[in-house]
């Protein structure tokens, strides 16, 4: 069998290094994330999910879901699964 995404809207911004991208989600939402660095020393921010802790790097998109959860995606998943509709 074969299924469809069903579209939805998510809220997602490009981490770009600066913890200030996040204040579009409010710090009320965010206050758990943790600023940390990658195995090479890199920034990244460390956010609590379902499946346990996930890293995004610079360059990646963080992803408020349908439920209010948060999970970074890499760019070139984001770009194949989600369009912009507004800005």
Known sequence: M???KKPVVIDAIQYDGNFR???I???SEVWNFIVSKDEEGNQCIKI???EGEMTASIGDYII???KGE???CKPDIFEMTY???NN
Do not use: M
């Open 2 to 4: 074969k299924y469809r």
């Open 21 to 23: 991208c996040l204040d």
């Open 25 to 27: 989600f409010g710090i």
């Open 48 to 50: 609590p999910t379902l």
């Open 64 to 66: 408020r879901g349908v």
């Open 70 to 72: 948060f999970y970074p």
């Open 83 to 85: 369009e912009l509709i």
